[in-house]
């Protein structure tokens, strides 16, 4: 099948992609430290080289602002692709660690740093470039070759990076199979050595049970819905801007925007009105005609959405509610003192609107948050040090960040990812290395005649004295 835009491989392409990926690595081309670094450089040089290519792609699927391609896509990919570069010698190296004393004698132990081998990427179209390049630094930092299926509902940056990736990396190495569902089956149907998976939690279970049949191991990076708890005492104009921002950036479409907002009644009016103010000051009065407010990615979540808001029951539109399908449009809007098995309150949201429940106080917020599935982000906005530690200490999540949203993300050295359905597995930086890498634990022992005997305690026959009990 092809779209207009992109052509979708066949079955003898995705074989050859396969074969090609596995022989390559079987060759240990890839294993090769100056191999890795010359790739990692032609990535950086992808990278720069064609901003304006990657930006306008970015711009076609998802009307994503210049600004924004940059600091959620450009930046962060940079930005692994540098740190992989800067570290890669020392993540690659043994790590010798001291044996026990009953190894002592004429032995060396070490973790060697193996790739894990032929692996396989599928990524996500709402950072379709950053959630690509991602893992992509981490196969090749470890030493992996790699087949990469990007998301074909972002067919723009699809194609650029089909096209970009042939002409700056080893085709024999990293290779692009474009497609859907039925492409990707077909992909999932072979033996990989991991499988790198981010997206939705209902497609993660096919991707596991497709694993589970080879044993493959598996990073499944996925969402859910990420809870910002406002302490009544958090300065409401930085809490409300920064919880703005989490909630608009992507047009929301962002794995760990805060999904909904849990808060006293007492402190709802003030945030509502910063909020107010920080969309005004983001968007202008009518957001639908700033330039820097990105769409719906498609006419199924613009009605996947649409429907969530029409059909919630509690509940009142305190900010935004219009939206227009031609433009696919929704504007900022959030909904205060939804009811807690409301509509809203069952998927992830992975759009603008901003549901926001009252609670009689922190310990009410708490336990409603463990009433659901763990998220992948949890934030709380307090400048109350043990109300804060309460929060971190008595629930689950795959990050937290306190008084911010989405920051945590953008930093290499924390790894991301989620905790039971929100995820699998962690990457960025170091993280990343080493969930294509397989730590493979070697002892080494010299045949001195010494350290013989200093071991042959362990030989039969034994007798009371030989380890002078
Ligand atoms: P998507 O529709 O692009 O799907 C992701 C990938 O899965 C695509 O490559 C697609 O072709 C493939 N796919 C779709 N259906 C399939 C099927 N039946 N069998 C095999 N493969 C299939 O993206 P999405 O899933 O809508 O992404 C949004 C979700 O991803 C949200 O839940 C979001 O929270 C999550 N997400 C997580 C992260 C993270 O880093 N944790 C990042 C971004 C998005």
């Given at each position: 099948?092809?779209?207009?835009?992109l052509h979708f491989?066949?079955e003898?392409?995705?074989?050859?992609?396969?074969?090609?990926?596995?022989?390559?690595?079987?060759?240990?081309c890839t294993?090769?430290?100056?191999?890795?670094?010359?790739q990692?450089e032609?990535l950086?040089?992808?990278l720069s080289?064609n901003?304006?290519?990657?930006?306008a792609?970015?711009?076609?699927d998802l009307?994503k602002?210049?600004?924004?391609?940059?600091?959620?896509?450009?930046?962060?990919?940079?930005?692994e692709v540098?740190?992989?570069?800067?570290?890669?010698?020392?993540?690659?190296?043994d790590?010798k660690?001291?044996?026990?004393?009953v190894?002592?004698?004429?032995?060396?132990?070490?973790k060697r740093?193996?790739?894990?081998?032929?692996?396989?990427?599928?990524?996500?179209w709402?950072y379709?470039?950053?959630l690509?390049?991602g893992?992509m630094v981490?196969?090749?930092?470890?030493?992996?070759?790699?087949?990469?299926?990007?998301?074909e509902?972002?067919?723009?940056?699809?194609?650029?990076m089909?096209?970009?990736?042939?002409?700056?990396l080893?085709t024999k190495?990293y290779?692009?199979?474009?497609?859907?569902a039925?492409e990707?089956t077909q992909l999932?149907e072979?033996k990989?050595?991991?499988?790198?998976y981010t997206?939705n939690g209902?497609?993660?279970k096919?991707?596991m049970?497709?694993?589970?049949?080879?044993?493959?191991s598996?990073?499944l990076?996925?969402?859910?819905?990420?809870?910002a708890?406002?302490?009544?005492?958090?300065n409401?104009a930085?809490?409300a801007k920064?919880?703005?921002f989490?909630?608009?950036f992507?047009?929301?479409q962002?794995?760990?925007?805060?999904d909904?907002v849990?808060l006293?009644?007492?402190a709802?009016?003030?945030?509502?009105a910063?909020l107010?103010?920080?969309?005004?000051?983001?968007?202008?009065?009518?957001?639908?005609?700033?330039k820097?407010?990105s769409?719906i990615?498609?006419?199924r979540?613009?009605?996947r959405?649409s429907?969530v808001?029409n059909e919630?029951?509690?509940?009142?539109?305190?900010i935004?509610?219009?939206?227009d399908?031609?433009d696919?449009?929704i504007?900022?809007?959030?909904i205060?003192?939804?009811?807690?098995?409301?509509?809203?309150?069952e998927?992830?949201?992975?759009?603008?609107?901003?549901?926001?429940?009252r609670?009689?106080?922190v310990?009410?917020?708490?336990?409603?948050?463990?009433?659901k599935?763990?998220p992948?982000?949890l934030?709380?906005?307090?400048?109350?040090?043990?109300l804060?530690n309460?929060?971190l200490?008595?629930?689950r999540?795959?990050?937290?960040?306190?008084?911010?949203?989405?920051?945590?993300?953008?930093e290499?050295?924390?790894p991301?990812?989620?905790?039971?359905?929100?995820?699998?597995?962690a990457?960025?930086?170091?993280?990343?290395?080493?969930?294509?890498?397989?730590?493979?634990?070697?002892?080494?022992k010299?045949?001195?005649p010494?350290?013989?005997?200093?071991?042959?305690?362990?030989?039969a026959?034994y007798?009371?004295?030989?380890?002078n009990?």
């Amino acid at each position: 099948m092809t779209t207009s835009i992109l052509h979708f491989n066949d079955e003898a392409e995705i074989s050859q992609a396969y074969e090609t990926a596995r022989q390559t690595f079987r060759s240990g081309c890839t294993r090769s430290l100056k191999y890795r670094r010359h790739q990692l450089e032609q990535l950086w040089r992808l990278l720069s080289e064609n901003e304006e290519g990657l930006l306008a792609a970015l711009y076609k699927d998802l009307h994503k602002h210049k600004n924004e391609g940059v600091l959620g896509e450009l930046i962060p990919s940079k930005e692994e692709v540098n740190d992989a570069l800067k570290h890669l010698d020392d993540w690659a190296r043994d790590e010798k660690v001291t044996p026990a004393l009953v190894n002592r004698a004429g032995v060396t132990c070490l973790k060697r740093k193996e790739p894990k081998g032929t692996t396989l990427i599928i990524s996500p179209w709402n950072y379709p470039l950053f959630l690509t390049i991602g893992p992509m630094v981490g196969a090749i930092a470890a030493g992996c070759t790699a087949v990469i299926k990007p998301s074909e509902v972002a067919p723009h940056t699809a194609q650029i990076m089909t096209e970009l990736f042939a002409r700056y990396l080893d085709t024999k190495a990293y290779i692009v199979i474009n497609g859907g569902a039925h492409e990707t089956t077909q992909l999932l149907e072979r033996k990989w050595d991991h499988i790198f998976y981010t997206g939705n939690g209902m497609v993660a279970k096919i991707i596991m049970k497709a694993a589970s049949k080879h044993l493959t191991s598996l990073t499944l990076e996925l969402g859910g819905k990420s809870p910002a708890i406002i302490d009544e005492d958090a300065n409401m104009a930085i809490a409300a801007k920064r919880v703005a921002f989490g909630k608009t950036f992507n047009c929301g479409q962002t794995c760990v925007a805060p999904d909904y907002v849990l808060l006293t009644s007492k402190a709802e009016g003030k945030f509502v009105a910063a909020l107010k103010t920080a969309v005004q000051e983001m968007y202008g009065s009518d957001p639908q005609l700033s330039k820097d407010y990105s769409r719906i990615i498609n006419n199924r979540h613009f009605h996947r959405l649409s429907k969530v808001l029409n059909e919630n029951q509690s509940g009142e539109i305190v900010i935004g509610g219009q939206s227009d399908e031609k433009d696919l449009y929704i504007a900022p809007t959030v909904i205060a003192n939804v009811d807690r098995d409301d509509k809203l309150m069952e998927d992830e949201i992975f759009g603008p609107l901003l549901p926001m429940i009252r609670v009689a106080d922190v310990d009410d917020a708490i336990e409603y948050i463990n009433s659901k599935d763990e998220p992948l982000a949890l934030y709380v906005f307090s400048s109350n040090k043990k109300l804060v530690n309460k929060v971190l200490d008595s629930t689950r999540s795959g990050g937290a960040l306190v008084n911010d949203t989405l920051m945590h993300v953008a930093e290499g050295a924390l790894p991301f990812g989620g905790t039971g359905p929100s995820g699998m597995g962690a990457y960025h930086g170091k993280a990343s290395f080493d969930a294509f890498t397989h730590e493979r634990s070697t002892m080494i022992k010299d045949l001195n005649p010494v350290s013989e005997a200093v071991m042959g305690v362990r030989y039969a026959p034994y007798t009371s004295t030989n380890l002078n009990l």
